[in-house]
């Protein structure tokens, strides 16, 4: 039997003008951007709509945006009787899950993410930090230039997104050494990236520190449909589960290809995008192209069929 997971984005898929054209077609969508604004005390549905680009893709700012547009299209799907199987989320992504699989209120994951945002931002000095992606480049391979490069610094992957793709994170001057070492070893490319902070290493662990503070007064609740979480990449439906996943995550690396194989294993067979961008198709197709990946508004909910 087929099944079907929800797949939720995370940083990065961000743009003025998201959004806006859910709030307009479908009410349900508008009261999750009239739910945020009121949340988070400011308009962030305005951010979403209009911009500007420079303020949206502040992390603290970022993070808000991204969710409640998430959360905005799946309150489409979930009204129009469309339930998935499965759901997963990529680093951010994981709260629009959880919220999605009743294990987190829309408003505790808002104001949480909000602050995860300023911890990571807070957490490196601005410039000592780095990421960079690598592509067509083995883990194991990667693992070992990571351990050259890192001389008495952090270096190490962050994001282990696809075959073709992964991000490492670290002190900027380890990352630099592990560009140029995974060029010289036949990466196909190796780039730094244009982010505000070194995410998902062990530079973010005093932000880890702030945020499990935060979570543990939190109420969290079993979930509807399992959650294959960034820390483990396995399925669970276990409120505390959910919680130690989204404390761990922030300095471990996000395991997103093991989580979409292990969907894959469970049985899914189609993935919707439940956000802005299309980023997690992208990657879906360069992990495993037999199966089916589209976006929320893509997806014929009349019938629950791509």
């Excluded at 969508?29 to 911009?51: H, K, M, N, T, Y």
């Excluded at 505790?108 to 480049?137: N, S």
């Amino acid at each position: 039997m087929t099944k079907l997971a929800f797949l939720f984005p995370g940083q990065a898929s961000q743009y003025p003008g998201m959004g806006r054209e859910l709030a307009e077609r479908y009410p349900e969508a508008r009261a999750v951007f009239e739910e945020a604004d009121q949340a988070l005390g400011f308009p962030i549905s305005r951010l979403c709509f209009e911009g500007p680009e420079e303020q949206l893709k502040l992390t603290e700012n970022t993070q808000p945006a991204i969710l409640t547009v998430s959360v905005a299209a799946w309150r489409v799907l979930e009204q129009r009787g469309v339930a998935p199987d499965y759901v997963a989320g990529h680093s951010l992504g994981e709260y629009s899950a959880l919220v999605a699989a009743g294990g987190l209120a829309f408003s505790d994951a808002l104001e949480t993410v909000r602050k995860r945002g300023r911890y990571m931002q807070e957490a490196v000095p601005v410039g000592t930090g780095a990421m960079a992606a690598i592509t067509r480049f083995p883990l194991a391979q990667l693992e070992e230039v990571c351990r050259e490069a890192a001389q008495g610094e952090v270096v190490s992957p962050a994001n282990i997104n696809s075959p073709d793709q992964i991000v490492i994170s670290g002190h900027a001057s380890a990352v630099a050494r592990a560009v140029e070492l995974a060029k010289q070893r036949g990466a196909k490319r190796a780039l730094l990236l244009p982010v505000s902070a070194p995410f998902h290493c062990a530079l973010m662990r005093p932000a880890q520190q702030r945020l499990a503070s935060d979570l543990e007064k939190l109420a969290f609740r079993d979930l509807r449909f399992p959650l294959v979480n960034n820390l483990a990449a396995r399925p669970t439906r276990a409120a505390e589960e959910a919680r130690a996943g989204l404390i761990g995550q922030v300095s471990a690396p996000v395991l997103w290809e093991q989580s979409i194989r292990k969907l894959i294993e469970l049985g899914a067979t189609t993935f919707v995008e439940v956000g802005p961008g299309k980023v997690l198709c992208g990657l879906l197709r360069q992990i495993d192209s037999s199966v089916t990946g589209v976006q929320a508004d893509e997806f014929r909910i009349s019938d629950g069929h791509a």
